[in-house]
């Protein structure tokens, strides 16, 4: 199971006006610990930032699921909250447990079609108590590095 961290970068942008203007955006990434997390998201910014950035700040993230595409007009993220419905086989009465899953996709249309696709094979039964936009600019997921043999074979 991911463990998401919400990372907020601060850098200097250019404006369409060419007004230079400090910003703040949200990025999340995968990683086991906060101290993993600000390395990750370093890592992945630098590559995209001219200049100085910071790590204003980072904090848990509590998503059971990250539904991903790959389709290019899929560029916004979104944040559903959703509750499964269970029985309580003692009392009769339904019982509700809450989730919150992010999905990828173009606009608002979009993100319900792809929970519904990415919810098809649950069992339980749930219901979709909201689903909106979030701030996020990208989702950083685990990628596991090349691992080189402990020994190499000798001689080559």
């Known amino acids: 199971m991911a463990n998401w961290f919400e990372c907020k970068v601060r850098y200097e942008k250019t404006m369409e006006n060419g007004v230079v203007k400090k910003v703040p955006e949200p990025y999340l990434v995968d990683a086991l610990s906060f101290t993993e997390a600000e390395a990750r998201i370093i890592e992945e910014m630098t590559p995209f930032i001219t200049g100085e950035f910071t ?7 509590n998503y059971s699921e990250v539904f991903f595409t790959e389709e290019e007009a899929a560029d916004r ?18 019982k509700k447990s809450a989730t919150n899953i992010l999905i990828q996709a173009a606009d608002l249309r979009d993100a319900l079609k792809k929970l519904d696709e990415g919810m098809k094979g649950t069992m339980a039964d749930y219901a979709i108590a909201s689903l909106i936009e979030t701030p996020l600019m990208d989702v950083y997921r685990f990628k ?3 691992e080189k043999p402990e020994f190499p074979e000798a001689g080559k």
Do not use: C, H
Request: charged share 40%.
């Open 55 to 61: 790590v204003e700040n980072i904090k848990r993230a």
């Open 77 to 94: 993220w979104f944040k559903s909250k959703l509750y499964f419905i269970t029985l309580d086989e003692k009392t009769g009465q339904e």
């Open 144 to 146: 596991a590095k090349d």
